[in-house]
């Protein structure tokens, strides 16, 4: 089972605790935007076999959403970090380049 | 190929099986074909067979990176069904259903069509309405599908229990001629078929790359060496998203897992299929007795080919309300497969940003009923260079245009 650390609570919560949210650090385009920036916000995702940023939420817990980073490979977990950032901070792309010094964050 | 019939398995049954050819060639690669297919899943392998038989094109390699069908089309519940509520899929479905109703016979190769009826549980208010909805759409399209009484499923499906406290069953949706096949025989009987036609199979060959240049593709980079071709046409399921990131485009795409599991073997018991939406929990009995059963899809991105334990355990509780005699069945095994799930829950057949690149994809929780009718559609397209009628409204850029094919409204699950 899936175990992630809830950020505001310091929680280990299990999977069964958490609600997922899907990919994270999308850029949310909305009225002005053309079709295909839409289509990038609603649909389009990177869905890499590998490292992936996404958004949980603490919803038999604290209630609060967060962010992980996460192998879906090997689903081992690099760390749980805020919602409140637009990219991962800096020591989440350290545990990931310390475990993965192949990867590169794609543009 | 040599035909399997009465008489050469009564001749092979006097000379102790050694005649026997293989079923299908294991060539090594060319340096070059036509169209390369990217996955030997019942789609892909679908595909190679009707490019071969309806269009004559066979200079054909179908790339495979395991065994041919070992992804979702070996792994998956079998059911075979077309009452869908949207147009567009009913007609692809519908087409895949009645070709798999002679299936055996055109490929010469048993694959067990069984038209034994599926039946879709109505457990709440909503849920009949919805059906109801579907039944009238289903006889706009011409599908022969019904609206029946708790009594008339308690009838068809005597081990039902339709007086649960949580989820009563309220009517049903019958499909008399949905039902199952044996997944793995429709891979192997196309793989022959397609084999024996000319199309090269080439399993252990993973493409690892793809190369093209300003006016195009241009070939891929394999683990058996690069092999040039005009058309690549993309049929990974669950790896989508990987093959997308070769060619350097992105898809609505995403990659999660979804499980199946079976029962000890018991004796007939239930002659259909029942599917129960609102709980997640598919089930019907296989040859051999035992009770196969499908869940819902896990909620998270994975490549692991393994779901999360508690799926398993959710869809066997809400079953047994329905079915309490499985409450006594042990579990005899259980798997996963990635399921590559689109927004509209409906699948994705076209051109891709790439020139010469093409794809069918985004089958989700449901393709293998769908695999002659696909596999048909998407080799006219090859040979065609656009789209038909069957798979036109499938393209990618519906996502862009906002003309969605939404079946998750429908049965908020595809199967
Ligand atoms: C548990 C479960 C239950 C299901 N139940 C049903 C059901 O009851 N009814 C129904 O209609 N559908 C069902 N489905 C869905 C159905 O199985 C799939 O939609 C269908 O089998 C997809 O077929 P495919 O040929 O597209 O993909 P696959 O059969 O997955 O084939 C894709 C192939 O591509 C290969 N590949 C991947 N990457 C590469 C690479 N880089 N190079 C070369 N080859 C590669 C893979 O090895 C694989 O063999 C279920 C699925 C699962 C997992
Ligand atoms: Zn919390």
Redesign the pocket.
Do not use: D, M, P
């Given at each position: 089972m899936l175990i992630l650390r809830c950020p505001y609570c310091g929680v280990d919560a299990e999977e069964t605790d958490l609600a997922p949210g899907g990919e994270a650090h999308l850029t949310r385009h909305g009225p002005g935007s053309d079709d295909a920036e839409f289509r990038d916000y609603l649909f389009q995702r990177r869905n890499p076999r590998g490292v992936h940023f996404e958004r949980w939420r603490h919803a038999f817990g604290c209630g609060k959403w967060f962010h992980a980073a996460r192998c879906t490979q090997t689903l081992e977990v690099f760390g749980t970090y805020s919602a409140q950032c637009s990219e991962p901070p800096e020591e989440i792309m350290t545990a990931i380049r310390t475990r993965r010094p192949d990867w590169e964050m794609p543009a | 190929m040599k035909k399997y019939s009465v008489f050469s398995l009564a001749r092979e049954a006097l000379r102790y099986h050694s005649g026997w050819e293989r079923a299908w060639a294991s060539p090594d690669p060319k340096a070059e074909y036509d169209t390369i297919i990217?996955?030997?899943?019942?789609?892909?392998?679908a595909t190679a067979y009707y490019l071969a038989k309806e269009h004559g094109i066979t200079n054909v390699a179908v790339?495979?990176?395991?065994w041919?069908?070992?992804?979702?089309?070996?792994?998956?519940?079998?059911?075979?069904r077309s009452n869908y509520l949207q147009p567009e899929s009913a007609a692809i479905y519908e087409k895949a259903r009645g070709l798999y109703e002679g299936l055996s016979q055109e490929l010469n190769f048993n694959i067990m069509f069984s038209p034994r009826g599926v039946m879709m549980l109505c457990q709440t208010q909503h849920e009949l309405r919805a059906m109801q909805r579907t039944a009238h759409a289903n006889r706009l399209a011409g599908i022969e599908t019904e609206m029946v009484s708790p009594e008339r499923v308690k009838e068809i499906v005597p081990i039902i229990e339709i007086d649960g406290p949580r989820f009563p069953v309220l009517g049903g949706l019958w499909q008399p001629r949905g039902g199952t096949a044996r997944?793995d025989a429709v891979?192997w009987g196309y793989a022959r078929g397609a084999s024996a036609r000319g199309v090269d199979i080439i399993q252990q060959?993973?493409?690892?790359g793809i190369d093209r240049d300003a006016s195009g593709v241009t070939g891929v980079q394999?683990t058996r060496g690069p092999i040039r071709c005009k058309k690549l046409c993309i049929?990974?399921?669950?790896?989508s998203g990987?093959?997308a990131d070769m060619a350097g485009f992105r898809l609505p795409v995403e990659s999660v897992a979804?499980?199946?599991l079976v029962s000890e073997p018991v004796k007939p018991c239930m002659d259909c299929v029942v599917m129960a939406n609102t709980v997640h929990g598919?089930m019907s009995q296989s040859d051999k007795g035992e009770m196969v059963i499908?869940g819902g899809a896990d909620g998270f991105n994975n490549y692991t080919q393994r779901g999360s334990f508690q799926h398993l355990e959710e869809t066997v509780r809400a079953l047994i309300e329905t079915f309490p005699m499985i409450s006594r069945l042990k579990m005899l095994r259980h798997?996963?497969?990635?399921?590559d799930m689109t927004g509209d829950r409906s699948p994705i057949i076209g051109q891709t940003p790439v020139p010469g690149i093409f794809i069918?994809?985004g089958?989700?929780?449901?393709?293998?009923?769908?695999?002659p009718g696909s596999g048909w559609a998407t080799a006219e397209m090859l040979a065609k260079g656009t789209p038909g009628t069957l798979a036109a409204p499938f393209s990618l850029d519906r996502f862009t245009e906002g003309r969605m094919i939404d079946e998750s409204v429908a049965a908020a699950v595809?199967?």
């Open positions: - | 990217v996955g030997a899943g019942g789609h892909g392998l790339l495979e990176k395991g041919l069908g070992g992804g979702n089309t070996g792994r998956n519940t079998t059911i075979i997944h891979a060959c993973a493409v690892t394999t049929v990974v399921a669950g790896s990987v093959l979804l499980q199946a598919y499908g798997w996963g497969g990635i399921v069918n994809c089958w989700g929780t449901g393709g293998f009923k769908a695999i595809a199967h």
